[in-house]
Structures are given as C-alpha cells and as structure tokens.
C-alpha cells in the first residue's frame, strides 16, 4: 500500500521561505506522478502544482506560478514543494498526491490515487 508523509509545514513570516518535503514508500515511486494541493480554511482544495515522473517536467496553479518549485529526488522516494515569497494567503494545509494513470501529472483531483495528511503552511503579516 502506497503511503505519503508530508513535513516540513510550520509558521513563516510572509516574504519568507519553506520547504516540504512529501516522503513516499509502498510502491515504485518512478510509476507515479506527483501533485501538491492545499486547503485553506473555509475554502475547497486548490491545486498547487505537478511533477510528472521524471521530473522533467512541471506546471503550476496560477496562483503560486513564480514563486514555487516542485522537485522530485527518485533515488530518495521524495517530492518537494519549495515555497518562496510567502503571502498571507497562501496558509493552508499543504497535501501530496500520487497520480499513477497520468505520467505527465495533473491538476485534477480525482485522478490522483493517494494522498498524504497534509502538513499546516501558516505565514504570518
């Protein structure tokens, strides 16, 4: 059974930096796509971003484009989200997902197979 375990949330100072990192095991992780998404309070899940599965490629919710990166390390099992120029707005809990039907990635959510408990992403005025 697949799993994903997200780190690296916490409370950052708006203009600021972080990095999660989304931990994979109970599957071969080159198979899978991977996209992060958040949910603010109150608010539906957005998407953040996708990675397909080498890496080579990515794309980006038009709210986070220029200031977040995905990668992906394949010999770690690991995604990262890393998180620049933080606003207000961007608080919320932060989940990874595992898509293995679309190798490209995408901002769907109902094609994505697995999901993490999310991390909590504040950014404080």
């Known amino acids: 059974q697949v799993q994903l375990v997200e780190s690296g949330g916490g409370l950052v100072q708006a203009g600021g930096s972080l990095r999660l990192s989304c931990a994979f095991s109970?599957?071969?992780?080159?198979?899978?796509?991977m996209g992060w998404f958040r949910q603010a309070p109150g608010k539906e899940r957005e998407f953040v971003g996708a990675?397909?599965?080498?890496?080579?490629?990515?794309y980006y919710g038009d709210s986070v484009k220029g200031r977040f990166t995905i990668s992906r390390d394949n010999a770690k099992n690991t995604v990262y989200l890393q998180m620049n120029s933080l606003k207000p707005e961007d608080t919320a809990v932060y989940y990874c997902?595992?898509?293995?039907?679309?190798?490209?990635?995408?901002?769907?959510?109902?094609?994505?197979?697995?999901w993490g408990q999310g991390t909590q992403v504040t950014v404080s005025s």
């Open positions: 990675i397909n599965w080498s890496g080579n490629r990515q």
């Open positions: 109970g599957g071969t992780f080159m198979g899978y796509a």
């Open positions: 997902a595992a898509d293995w039907t679309n190798g490209a990635g995408t901002q769907e959510e109902y094609e994505y197979d697995y």
